[in-house]
Each structure stands twice: as C-alpha cells, then as structure tokens.
C-alpha cells in the first residue's frame, strides 16, 4: 500500500527566507505526486504535480519541487516566502492515474515571521 | 464557472444518528472524491463515484455510503455515528479519470459528533 511521509509537523520561517518541505512516498509503481495547500478554514488547492518527465515541476505562487526517484522523495521549495504562505501543506501521492484519489501525509504547518 | 460546492458548511450531530452531507461538482466534472480529514491529519480517502458508480473505495466501513446523482452531484452519507467521525468532510470533483486529471476541492463540511 502507498503511503507519504511529512517529516516536519511545523516550520517556522522568516519572511524572504527560502522554504523547503520534505515529503518521502512509498509506492509500488511510477508515482503520481502533488502538493497541495489549506488556509484556514478552506479546502485543498493544487500547488503543483509530477506525472512524468522533467523532474523539476513548477507550479503556482512561486513553488517549485523536485522528484527524486533515488530518494523516494518530492520537496517542495520556494526560494523566497511572503506572509501570505502561513498555512498547511499536503504532500499526496495518486493511485494510477487519478487524482481524484490520493493517499495524503499528515500535513506541515508554515508559519512566516515578519 | 462555477466551483465545487458543500452544504452544509458546518453541522452537529448526535452519537447513532445519521448524517447526509451533498457535493455539486464543477460544470463539466463527472468524478466526485470524498475524503476524511481529521484534526492534524491529512485527508483520507473514503470513496469516489465516476458517472454515478462508485469507483474505488478506501478503508471506511459500510457505514459510509454515497450515491451520485445524473447531474454528476454527489452525496456522502454516514450512519450510526461515532465521535471519531468528527472530521472536515472533503469533496473533490475531477473531469474523468484520465493521466493528468487534476482534482478541485470543495471548502468543505465541518462535521460535529457529540
């Protein structure tokens, strides 16, 4: 069975600082990778996904990850973070090729200081 | 376009009573995904319904049941509830199952079991 892991419950970081959050997966075939973020009170929007190919995604608001296949990993990145990114991050991993569904980590909680 | 929608948005129930919580998913998405998501945790996928038959099931008991409707609406309904059903209830809509199909989520629906 698939699995993720979020090592990092809670990252403090400082505004203008980068970021990266670690995310491990345990898949039996070529995994479906996504991260996604949740504000407060809100639902799960789609940062970025890997399906194949290059192995740098680029996705919205700045983010960046990269699989490593080696690593059984997919960090996600931002080189510089704004206030506005203060909220919880989802690393997932796709069953084939939906993404509908998904088994999902724990979740790392971004707080930015000023 | 409109997004996807959950009603209610929060709502407190009783241990042994039931529950139906609905899910209009995006014009043009006929795939809906309904996951669980408890405190400081992920979202766990419960099941999802693909041009009205369900389509792939998690780890949750008969007790969790769902219908989708021609209009490709969904509903998730509980049975004899339990305090740990307390949990953000996610809706996910999708437009099919094909490589690449990104999923959109619904701000969903807070569930309260006292």
């Known amino acids: 069975a698939q699995s993720v892991t979020q090592p990092d419950i809670h990252i403090t970081v400082s505004e203008g600082a980068s970021l990266e959050l670690r995310c491990n997966y345990s898949?039996?075939?070529?995994?479906?990778l996504f991260w996604y973020v949740q504000s407060p009170g809100q639902g799960l929007q789609l940062l970025l996904k890997?399906?194949?190919?290059?192995?740098l995604v680029q996705g919205i608001k700045g983010f960046e990850a990269e699989f490593k296949r080696s690593q059984s990993s997919f960090n996600l990145r931002k080189p510089s973070v704004h206030w506005s990114d203060a909220a919880e991050y989802f690393c997932?991993?796709?069953?084939?090729?939906?993404?509908?569904?998904?088994?999902f980590g724990d979740g790392t909680t971004l707080t930015v200081k000023p | 376009e409109t997004g996807v929608t959950q009603s209610p948005t929060h709502l407190i129930k009783t241990r042994g009573q039931q529950v139906t919580l609905r899910c209009s998913s995006q014009?043009?998405?006929?795939?809906v995904s309904w996951y669980q998501q408890a405190l400081g945790q992920g979202p766990q996928f419960i099941f999802q319904?693909?041009?009205?038959?369900?389509?792939g099931r998690g780890n949750f008991p008969p007790r969790f049941s769902g219908l989708q409707f021609p209009n490709y609406s969904s509903e998730l309904n509980v049975n004899a509830l339990e305090l740990d059903d307390s949990a953000l209830y996610l809706c996910?809509?999708?437009?099919?199952?094909?490589?690449?199909?990104?999923?959109?989520f619904g701000q969903g629906t807070r569930l309260t079991v006292v």
């Open positions: 996910a809509s999708s437009p099919g199952q094909a490589t690449g199909t990104e999923a959109f």
């Open positions: 898949y039996g075939a070529t995994p479906y």
């Open positions: 890997y399906f194949s190919g290059d192995t």
């Open positions: 997932a991993v796709g069953f084939n090729t939906n993404a509908g569904k998904s088994t």
């Open positions: 014009s043009g998405h006929n795939t």
């Open positions: 319904y693909y041009r009205e038959e369900e389509n």
